[in-house]
């Protein structure tokens, strides 16, 4: 899981948060933080291009991963809808 911990890591520097301050076996921790559309853009971006250039990563994330960037973005897009901050 050492993927999802730099993705999550990228996900709090985002908004000024420190990892080790989320406790994500907590219950919506994602509402804990909230950023703008532009900054979720900007995550959804740099977690696609990451998922683009890290296989293992790709594995992490998705039971059939592809190597497509069309297939990154849209596995980045879903893990913002499903665990990224509250939007501003």
């Known amino acids: 899981m050492q993927h999802l911990e730099k ?3 990228e996900m709090c ?7 080790c ?10 509402h804990a933080y909230s950023w703008s559309e532009s900054e979720e853009n900007e995550f959804k ?9 890290n ?4 594995k992490e994330l998705a039971a059939l991963p592809k190597s497509t960037k069309k297939f ?3 596995l ?3 893990f913002t809808s499903n665990y990224g901050w ?3």
């Not at 977690?47 to 683009?52: K, M, P, S, V």
């Open 55 to 58: 296989k293992d990563a790709r």
């Open 72 to 74: 990154c973005k849209q």
């Open 7 to 9: 993705i999550l890591g």
């Open 21 to 30: 301050d989320i406790n994500t076996s907590k219950d919506n921790w994602f």
């Open 45 to 53: 971006e740099w977690l696609a291009e990451y998922l683009l250039k």
């Open 86 to 88: 509250k939007t501003k």
């Open 76 to 78: 980045a897009s879903e």
């Open 13 to 19: 520097q985002m908004v000024g948060a420190k990892r």
